[in-house]
């Protein structure tokens, strides 16, 4: 392994980037204080939008976490082994983000003094606190699977611990999915697509952020990604954009379909104002049309800057993605009494506004940090980063 | 000597029965007045509260409901209308097709099979045997995840601390809250305190599972309509006129 020359070329990217992280992570958590201290009122969160950014943060990262263990199932489950020798840093990521994510979410509870409670007081029949099994489960499958894939003696069990890991992802997502499947009250969320859907995209999210860490980690090391598994992990990422828009297709077209939903989608589609505009140039055109467009492109797709080009285009649209769903869904007024117009005190019948506050955004960069925070870290001190070394004299794609 | 023995005797039986009377008469009429639970009795599913609102003699821009309720449960605007609670509103319908409008109070539904129940993580938010939906707040996280499952918008999130609190109805900053149907007046056989502030009589409170309870016989002769009745939840609260 270049374990030794990652570690000397990094000592002082390391300290950077460990100064950096930290500031951006403690702006975060400066943050949370602030927000647990004065109450909710100083978000952009209201009694109509009561998710706000730093759900679309904590789900983004959550979705992606499940998403970036991929790259280790192919490699464990599929057998495929420019896949296997990246199965570490993916297993690493997915528990750094999923931490990421984990922590943007319990610090934007009412009472996170609370989490005790969380923990403690389980109401079986809520997905939520299902996620709590599916949360912890994961951590260790997937801390158990880096253990089979590092040490020798424990590589026969490796297939196994990441069947077991790749199942577990799929039943995550699931549960992060159902989170809003389950939901009847709102006209966005209450359908069985939606887990699938979430799969899907944590597919592509994860492969997106995980080509990117792969490049910067390469770059510090002044080491080259070998054109063949370039094409290939930039092929994949395509194919995971494309069944992300599938799924979008068939959830909107769906909707048309009712009559009841008609409104909703004439909200998201023409006349939502930023919702609309971050459907269509975020989601479609930014996030999916343009990176495929580049990674099918003759020659842009072969040039290793345009595909991170590419990949910051997929976790954009991904954001843009989340932000429609989430606050889209939410700022769509509740369908209390169909077939009347209605007013209140309590904005019922009107679009609801939501502005997002520093506080929610520094939140949401501080799981971010978070989760590169415990990346830095690891890859400091265990050999976490791809060797491609073991493919010589093998053909890449075997 | 035997009969002043007797007549003592006669006397000092008398007197205890009369003090014994004079103590217990007063709680046992009370008891049976009020029909009360005691404080260490649990609530029981034979009866299910339930409310009856008549939009037809709700008044547009009467908020006598939402100020009792205000008041009762020291829910008070903070000037900061779009997180303030708001455990009651006053909400006007106007139908799309005839102009048709109707004015009528809209807060927590009381469901038999409450999404809110259902979703939230810790238990928190719970009914009670005698079908109350009520909130925890000593296990209440503050996750919000039952307001975004509730289907009548009934749930608050409390966005910043609270003076002048009811010690009846305790609140806190980071907890989500909602009507309770004034359950501390209900345990003491009074009526909710929306109910008693309508002059119109347009709200009926009672038991749902009792068939000679006034709203049991109203259900049974008029036309009633339960809010987003598609979803099957059952609500205890039910409307005329809409």
């Avoid at chain 1, 992606?64 to 420019?82: D, M, Q, R, W």
């Avoid at chain 1, 996170?112 to 079986?124: E, G, K, Y």
């Avoid at chain 1, 792969?214 to 054109?227: C, F, G, I, S």
């Avoid at chain 2, 099979?113 to 009914?127: H, M, R």
Wanted: with cysteine; glycine share 8%; charged share 15%.
């Amino acid at each position: 392994m270049n374990f030794e020359a990652f570690r000397k070329i990094e000592n002082s990217v390391f300290y950077a980037l460990l100064g950096v992280f930290g500031l951006i992570a403690a702006a975060g958590m400066g943050a949370a204080y602030y927000m647990e201290s004065h109450g909710h009122v100083v978000t952009g969160m209201t009694n109509q939008i009561v998710w706000g950014m730093p759900h679309v943060f904590a789900i983004f990262l959550i979705v992606a976490a499940s998403g970036v263990l991929n790259l280790a199932s192919l490699g464990s489950v599929f057998g495929i082994k420019v896949y296997k020798v990246r199965g570490m840093l993916s297993g690493l990521l997915a528990i750094a983000m999923l931490a990421g994510g984990l922590t943007v979410l319990m610090l934007d509870l009412g009472r996170n003094d609370r989490l005790i409670v969380a923990m403690t007081h389980l109401n079986l029949t809520s997905v939520f606190a299902l996620n709590v099994f599916l949360y912890t489960g994961f951590f260790s499958i997937v801390a158990v699977y880096i253990w089979t894939m590092m040490d020798r003696k424990m590589h026969d069990y490796s297939k196994y611990v990441g069947f077991a890991a790749f199942i577990w992802r799929l039943a995550l997502t699931t549960g992060t999915g159902a989170i809003f499947a389950f939901l009847v009250a709102r006209q966005a969320y209450g359908t069985a697509l939606l887990p699938p859907m979430f799969i899907i995209m944590s597919f592509s999210f994860g492969l997106a952020v995980f080509l990117l860490v792969q490049t910067a980690m390469y770059r510090w090391n002044n080491r080259q990604l070998d054109p063949t598994i370039q094409r290939r992990l930039k092929n994949l990422l395509a194919v995971f954009v494309a069944a992300v828009l599938y799924f979008t297709l068939v959830y909107h077209m769906t909707n048309l379909y009712f009559a009841k939903q008609s409104a909703f989608e004439r909200f998201i589609l023409l006349d939502g104002g930023i919702y609309t505009t971050l459907f269509w140039v975020g989601q479609i055109l930014l996030g999916s049309l343009l990176p495929l467009a580049i990674l099918f492109h003759p020659e842009m797709g072969k040039k290793c800057n345009w595909v991170i080009v590419a990949s910051l285009l997929v976790i954009f649209g991904g954001f843009a993605q989340l932000y429609v769903l989430l606050i889209g869904g939410q700022a769509f007024p509740l369908s209390i009494f169909p077939g009347y117009e209605v007013s209140s005190s309590f904005f019922d019948g009107r679009i609801n506004p939501y502005s997002p506050s520093l506080p929610e955004f520094l939140l949401g960069f501080g799981g971010i940090a978070v989760a590169a925070l415990i990346t830095t870290v690891a890859v400091r001190v265990l050999p976490f980063l791809p060797d491609d070394s073991v493919l010589h004299g093998e053909t890449a794609g075997e | 000597m035997s009969k002043m023995d007797n007549s003592r005797r006669l006397f000092i039986g008398a007197g205890a029965a009369a003090t014994a009377g004079l103590v217990i008469a007063p709680g046992v009429t009370l008891l049976d007045l009020a029909h009360a639970r005691p404080a260490d009795e649990a609530a029981s599913s034979a009866k299910r509260w339930g409310m009856l609102i008549d939009s037809s003699k709700c008044a547009t821009g009467c908020n006598d409901c939402v100020a009792a309720c205000g008041k009762e449960n020291g829910v008070a605007s903070t000037g900061h209308p779009e997180t303030d609670p708001q455990w009651i509103r006053k909400v006007e319908l106007k139908e799309i097709k005839t102009g048709t409008s109707h004015s009528l109070p809209m807060m927590c539904q009381h469901c038999a099979e409450p999404p809110c129940v259902d979703v939230c993580p810790t238990g928190a938010s719970f009914k009670r045997a005698d079908g109350i939906v009520l909130v925890d707040r000593h296990i209440c996280i503050g996750c919000r995840y039952c307001m975004m499952a509730c289907p009548y918008k009934a749930r608050s999130f409390v966005h910043e601390e609270h003076e002048d609190q009811n010690p009846d109805v305790p609140r806190g900053k980071g907890c989500v809250e909602s009507c309770t149907l004034c359950v501390h007046r209900i345990d003491r056989d009074q009526q909710p305190a929306c109910v008693e502030s309508c002059k119109e009589g347009a709200m009926l409170f009672g038991d749902l599972n009792d068939p000679n309870s006034e709203i049991s016989k109203r259900i049974a002769t008029y036309a009633t309509t339960q809010v987003r009745a598609d979803l099957g939840l059952n609500t205890g609260v039910r409307y005329q006129g809409i």
